[in-house]
């Protein structure tokens, strides 16, 4: 048996950290969506929980504040009867000194038996798995402008569910491609899962340099990219950056890419609408579009409980 | 070795299912095979809660050795569990270990009246204290045989043996 390159199987080819979407093949992130179809039913129980992680430790280390993302993979681990510690380390020993991989010896000396990282540093859950004895598992919960596995895998679940096959499909990423981590994960498992045609539409100064080599159609206005789409992938246009010199004004951005009804109605009639929140309403999307009826927003939420549900199984039985 | 004919043990399994049916009996299957069975003693018993099926992998005592089977499929229980006379359908009764998570799991959805167990084969090799009230017909196995229902193209059910270790 051949050791894998990739630092995310183990040596029978299985999942033993989810670090990057980028690379995975499409068996196992299929598989991670169908575990997710399954648990989808136990959480409209009124039990909503199964004991599969019972007497698992799960931390969920943030480096980085994210209510939503934390609460979801809380809600998550709970509903798999592990338990869980949540650690806000940007307010902790970090701010002590203490680095990274410190922290995180310190954590398997509490018998951890998983750690969900989320870190503003491309890369930091990573060295974590390359550290980490094998028993333990890696889910990163976004890295800097690199990977948000699981937010991408939560999008291809809500696609498959009203859409119900990858390869038909015309998928648009509308936005701040540049500095989105959710879009670089979504255009490998989109590409990894057969979508024939992922477009990016952004103005020139939000797009990666070498943005077309992932594969991708690359569009700056939003009349002639969202023409005959089937699925849109809103993202966020994070503060910081409506600050910066890339954007005149956030008003500017709204009337050229932010998402209203007239611009909807160039793709196609059943087109869906997904965004991975926060929503800066009136910038990237129009209230209008956000509440109406081709939004798949909250379903999205509800989703992305039993696929952080799916991951987790999956990994602590590997 | 002759194995017995599916179709004979089914029709065994309603008769002796038949006079035990109320208004409030459902009828819940084990994957995968529990659920082919379920789904024709439904039919033929004309039972008229819908049908329950149950994959009890997420409650399964050997996850820590094998961890999470690759082909889970959804649990659906579509009627009321509170008060309801339960009986769970399984093809081969073994060591009793996916009957003792089958019942763990019917309980996340509330409280039944009571539970009862119908399998096509008994083949003995109990590890816990679980009994089946209606039973098509018993098999003694030894240790290294596994008993498979399976089902053909046509829908067909049939029974194979199969010697452990070799695929």
Redesign the interface.
């Known amino acids: 048996m051949t050791m894998s390159n990739n630092p995310q199987l183990n040596r029978n080819g299985?999942l033993q950290h989810l670090l990057t979407t980028e690379g995975l093949p499409a068996s196992i992130l299929l598989?991670i969506l169908?575990?997710a179809?399954?648990f989808?039913?136990?959480t409209e129980?009124?039990?909503k929980?199964?004991?599969?992680l019972r007497g698992k430790s799960i931390f969920n280390l943030f480096f980085e504040p994210s209510t939503r993302t934390r609460t979801t993979f809380e809600i998550a681990a709970k509903r798999l009867s592990a338990d869980v510690v949540n650690l806000n380390i940007a307010a902790s020993s970090q701010s002590k000194g203490e680095t990274l991989l410190d922290t995180v010896n310190n954590l398997s000396a509490m018998h951890a038996d998983m750690f969900v990282v989320r870190h503003s540093q491309s890369g930091a859950a990573h060295l974590i798995a390359r550290h980490v004895q094998p028993e333990i598992h890696v889910i990163n919960a976004g890295d800097g402008r690199h990977a948000h596995p699981t937010q991408a895998l939560l999008d291809m679940f809500t696609i498959r569910h009203y859409k119900l096959d990858f390869h038909k499909l015309r998928v648009a990423i509308v936005g701040d491609i540049l500095h989105s981590r959710v879009a670089r994960s979504q255009i490998h498992a989109l590409t990894t899962l057969g979508v024939p045609e992922v477009r990016v539409i952004a103005p020139k100064t939000l797009l990666p340099a070498k943005v077309g080599r992932l594969g991708v159609h690359v569009y700056h206005q939003m009349e002639q990219g969202l023409k005959d789409v089937d699925v849109l992938l809103m993202l966020r246009l994070q503060n910081e950056r409506m600050l910066s010199a890339r954007l005149p004004s956030a008003e500017e951005y709204f009337k050229y890419y932010g998402l209203t009804q007239e611009k909807l109605a160039l793709a196609k009639h059943d087109a869906i609408v997904l965004h991975p929140g926060p929503m800066n309403r009136g910038v990237e999307i129009d209230s209008a579009v956000a509440d109406g009826k081709q939004s798949v927003i909250l379903p999205q939420v509800t989703f992305g409980i039993a696929v952080r549900m799916a991951v987790m199984?999956?990994l602590?039985?590997? | 070795m002759q194995l017995p004919d599916v179709e004979q043990l089914l029709a065994n399994l309603a008769r002796k299912i038949q006079p035990d049916i109320a208004a409030n009996t459902a009828l819940v299957g084990i994957y995968t095979g529990g659920v082919w069975l379920a789904k024709r003693l439904h039919r033929d018993l004309e039972i008229t809660l819908p049908l329950g099926t149950l994959d009890v992998s997420f409650y399964r005592d050997d996850f820590g050795q094998i961890g999470l089977h690759p082909q889970v499929k959804p649990s659906d229980i579509p009627f009321e569990v509170e008060g309801s006379h339960i009986i769970l359908v399984d093809d081969v009764l073994y060591t009793g270990r996916t009957i003792r998570a089958a019942i763990n799991e019917l309980f996340d959805y509330g409280r039944p009246a009571s539970i009862r167990l119908a399998t096509l084969i008994d083949r003995g090799g109990r590890e816990l204290p679980v009994t089946a009230q209606y039973v098509g017909a018993e098999l003694a196995l030894s240790l290294d045989k596994m008993l498979a229902l399976e089902k053909d193209i046509d829908g067909r059910l049939s029974l194979s043996l199969y010697n452990k270790n070799t695929p």
């Open positions: 299985e598989n169908d575990t179809e399954s989808i039913g136990v129980r009124d039990v929980k199964v004991p599969l199984s999956i602590a039985g590997n």
